[in-house]
């Protein structure tokens, strides 16, 4: 993972509910964001050329781009194109592959971006991360977080249910990665970040303990905030650690050795409970799995189409993803045959503990 940029830590705006969107040209007025109403705006199939559809009328200097695949061919297309001309900033408007593509394009040209989520899949929203495909592999590229970010609950209502749940997958996931970090800092000396463990921690906590579901527009606020939370602590610190630990070499596993098997909020769940059964914590796991349980997120290879020798291969080489990263996989160090045992016993207390 490269060093993440920092240069600007946190948005100067964030707006969460119901109607926002009504109000992205008031917040592109702000002078620090464009002191001339020249935006590109970026969108991708769907919900985002709808959306720019109906804010084009108090745009008039911005020109539309629209962006598909989340690929970096697609991102640096999208960098070519806006040197055709003088912009202030990017307004990225759509889901996760939408906003990663308006995120390293903009970064690349120094311009200032303001996020419009229409989904709430991951922490991608405010995050420094681009997470893009290149030759069939996806890959995570270092990127200035949004200057603002908005969040319109009527348009993630409309969206695909799935997609927002997989969101909550993301955020809980932070709970093993901050055990993970941690775990490196009592094994290694790794330096953690206080500021940075406390935003990713907060967002997750009040996710995994929060009533509500999809239906209630206070538990939605509530993750979307969550995953604003997360993007702004791996910014404070200047690397992914808050958010990304063995939870996430086991997605970036499962997406390389068996490409579109689900997504990343889904896979980064249930990689973050197989890691704090690993890890030996029967109240977190227990804690996180009711919640993955309660959201209808898999939490066994086989409810995202994996069989059990195919999540072990994953296991197994899911610390090659990240050779920097020190979690409890690399700390455990399982032959195949430990990771298919200590599989085993996770499936069983899921099946007979945990509904």
């Known amino acids: 993972m490269p060093l993440l940029a920092r240069t600007v830590l946190t948005p100067l705006h964030i707006d969460v509910r119901r109607g926002a969107v009504a109000d992205l040209a008031a917040i592109l007025a702000d002078g620090r964001i464009s002191a001339g109403g020249d935006v590109a705006v970026v969108v991708g199939p769907g919900q985002g050329e709808q959306i720019a559809e109906l804010i084009r009328p108090s745009l008039r200097s911005a020109d539309v781009f629209t962006v598909a695949g989340g690929t970096l061919q ?28 308006a995120k390293y394009a903009a970064t690349r040209r120094g311009l200032p971006m303001v996020t419009v989520a229409t989904s709430l899949a991951n922490d991608g929203i405010a995050s420094p991360v681009a997470s893009l495909v290149s030759e069939g592999i996806k890959g ?32 809980v996931s932070n709970i093993s990665a901050l055990a993970d970090w941690e775990l490196a800092r009592q094994v290694r000396g790794e330096p953690v970040d206080g500021l940075a463990a406390s935003l990713a921690r907060m967002g997750a906590e009040a996710v995994l303990n929060h009533p509500g579901d999809m239906a209630d527009d206070a538990f939605v ?14 910014a404070v610190c200047g690397t992914s650690r808050p958010a990304s630990g063995g939870c996430h070499e086991i997605m970036h596993a499962v997406d390389a050795l068996f490409p579109g098997t689900a997504s990343h909020g889904e896979l980064a769940g249930l990689g973050a409970l197989f890691c704090t059964w690993l890890r030996g914590d029967r109240r977190r ?12 997120l898999p939490r066994l290879p086989a409810e995202v189409g994996l069989t059990d020798d195919q999540f072990v291969e994953a296991v197994q080489f899911a610390p090659a993803t990240r050779p920097d990263r020190y979690t409890i996989l690399e700390h455990l160090a399982m032959s195949p045959t430990e990771t298919r045992e200590r ?10 503990h945990c509904g």
């Open 221 to 234: 606020t509530v993750l979307a905030e969550a995953l604003i939370s997360s993007g702004l602590a791996m």
């Open 140 to 171: 995570s590229y270092g990127v200035h977080i949004p200057i603002a970010v908005i969040v319109d609950l009527d348009f993630v209502e409309s969206g695909p249910e799935r997609h927002n749940r997989a969101g909550i997958g993301d955020a």
């Open 343 to 352: 599989l085993a016993d996770y499936a069983g207390a899921i099946r007979d």
């Open 74 to 101: 697609a991102a640096d297309d999208l960098g070519s194109k806006l040197r055709a001309r003088s912009y202030d900033a990017v307004v990225g408007i759509g889901g996760g592959k939408t906003i990663d593509v």
């Open 285 to 296: 796991f227990t804690e996180m799995s009711a919640c993955l349980a309660r959201h209808q």
